[in-house]
Every structure is written in structure tokens, then in C-alpha cells.
Nanobody, 125 residues
């Protein structure tokens, strides 16, 4: 069983920055593909960004390219989401997710086995 705990959410003005963290339990964190998803009120859960198990490759949705960066520290069992130039449309609950099968660069939430409880990010205009 893998437990994921997000932190770092909050209220920020448009143009500001936030850094989310996701701490994972377990001794095999370095084998998981990790990702961040988000869900705004009344909308479906949406892929944001993912990183390979080694940290060598990332994929992000077009709307966050150049603004959001994902990274991981396998020694600390932690994945990070650095969000810059935040916009009101980035407002959502952000979820950390882990995929045990790290062979594929998937953006489909059904391919992720474990989820955190979510952290709220609110961007004011």
C-alpha cells in the first residue's frame, strides 16, 4: 500500500507562485511514475503533469507548459509541483497520483493506482 500526502496549497494572487509537495510512503517510490491532476468544482479530474520514475522525462498539458514544473527527489520519496504565473483558471483541488506500472507515459487517471487526499489551490484575479 502506498500513501500519498500533499501539502503546499493555498490562496495566491494571479501571477504568483506556489510549490506543492507530495510525500509518499513505501520503499519503492523510485519505481513509480508520479503525476499531478486537478479538479475544479463541477468539472472532471484533469491531467496536469507527469514525471517518469527516474525523473528523466516529463509530460504536461499545454495550458501549463512554461509555467508548471514537476520534479522528484527519490531519496526523500517526494514529488514537487512548482507553479509559476498562476491564473484564476488554475484554481482547483490538486491531487498527487502514483502509477505502479511506470513503463508508459500515461495521462489517464485510471492508470494511476494511488491518490492523495488533495490540496486546494485558489488563484484570485
Amino acid at each position: 500500500q502506498v500513501q500519498l500526502v500533499e501539502s503546499g496549497g493555498g490562496l495566491v494572487q494571479g501571477g504568483g507562485s506556489l510549490r506543492l509537495s507530495c510525500a509518499a510512503s513505501g520503499r519503492t517510490f523510485s519505481t513509480y511514475r508520479m503525476a499531478w491532476f486537478r479538479q475544479a468544482p463541477g468539472k472532471e479530474r484533469q491531467f496536469v503533469i507527469t514525471i517518469s520514475s527516474s525523473g528523466g522525462s516529463t509530460i504536461s498539458r499545454d495550458s501549463v507548459k512554461g509555467r508548471f514544473t514537476i520534479s522528484r527527489d527519490n531519496a526523500k520519496n517526494t514529488v514537487y509541483l512548482q507553479m509559476n504565473d498562476l491564473k484564476p483558471e488554475d484554481t482547483a483541488v490538486y491531487y498527487c497520483a502514483a502509477a505502479l506500472d511506470s513503463r508508459y507515459s500515461t495521462t489517464n487517471p485510471t492508470d494511476y493506482n494511488y491518490w492523495g487526499q488533495g490540496t486546494q489551490v485558489t488563484v484570485s484575479s
